[in-house]
């Protein structure tokens, strides 16, 4: 299976700073790449797919990057309700997986 | 409005089996591929399991593989994931999600039910 690994495992910003999340794949997934967002208590919430197309009703300061095993998601001045854990997860092969996740905390 | 009710959560001891349903409203559930993803406590995210519009073609996690079994009705717009010979390992909140034609990833999730594993 396709292992992704997200990095950092936290992330310590203050509102208005811009967030640089990674997530690697063990081998190509080609464009085939989400990101999600997860509060707590709360089911996660689809952010951005195939590397870079922002799901329906999803904020401009929200964008991705990346095609084969090297993805970002940018978040360019952080607002607070955009601290939260992020996702991402590959469609490329069965089983599809997801990495293990970035929390985005205010410093 | 999409709507994905989980049930069947609860408490069961290992070994034991346990069946979720996820109801479906909102949309022609007959139309898409499905899944469950789960969340072990305090844990991240992991995909389980997926079927397609059909139910012709099901996928699963090496974890689950050969203990848990995906189906639909979608006749009842329903979908049931039977899990047979649980491990501690399996306690986590299970979601039901529904894959986005437009995107092809999960663009609609329930709240989840609790699945607990111990004796």
């Known amino acids: 299976e396709i292992v992704l690994t997200q990095s950092p495992a936290t992330l310590s910003l203050s509102p208005g700073e811009r967030a640089t999340l990674s997530c690697r794949a063990s081998q190509s997934v080609d464009i085939y790449l989400a990101w999600y967002q997860q509060k707590p208590g709360q089911a996660p919430r689809l952010l951005m797919y195939?590397?870079?197309n922002r799901a329906t009703g999803i904020p401009a300061r929200f964008s991705g990057s990346g095609s084969g095993t090297d993805f970002t998601l940018t978040i360019s001045s952080l607002e607070p309700e955009d601290f939260a854990v992020y996702y991402c997860q590959q469609r490329y092969m069965w089983p599809q997986t997801f990495g293990g996740g970035t929390k985005v905390e205010i410093k | 409005e999409v709507q994905l009710l989980e049930s069947g959560g609860g408490l069961v001891q290992p070994g034991g089996s346990l069946t979720l349903s996820c109801a479906a409203s909102g949309f022609t559930f007959s139309s898409y591929i499905m899944s469950w993803v789960r969340q072990a406590p305090g844990k991240g995210l992991e995909w389980v399991s997926a079927?397609?519009?059909?139910?012709?073609?099901?996928y699963y996690a090496d974890s689950v593989k050969g203990r848990f079994t995906l189906s639909r009705d979608n006749s009842k717009n329903t979908l049931f994931l039977q899990m047979d010979s649980l491990r501690a390992e399996d306690t986590a909140i299970y979601y039901c999600?529904?894959?986005?034609?437009?995107?092809?990833?999960?663009?609609?999730w329930g709240q989840g039910t609790l699945v607990t594993v111990s004796s």
């Open positions: 195939d590397a870079s």
């Open positions: 079927i397609s519009a059909s139910g012709d073609t099901t």
């Open positions: 999600a529904e894959t986005v034609v437009t995107s092809a990833f999960l663009g609609y």
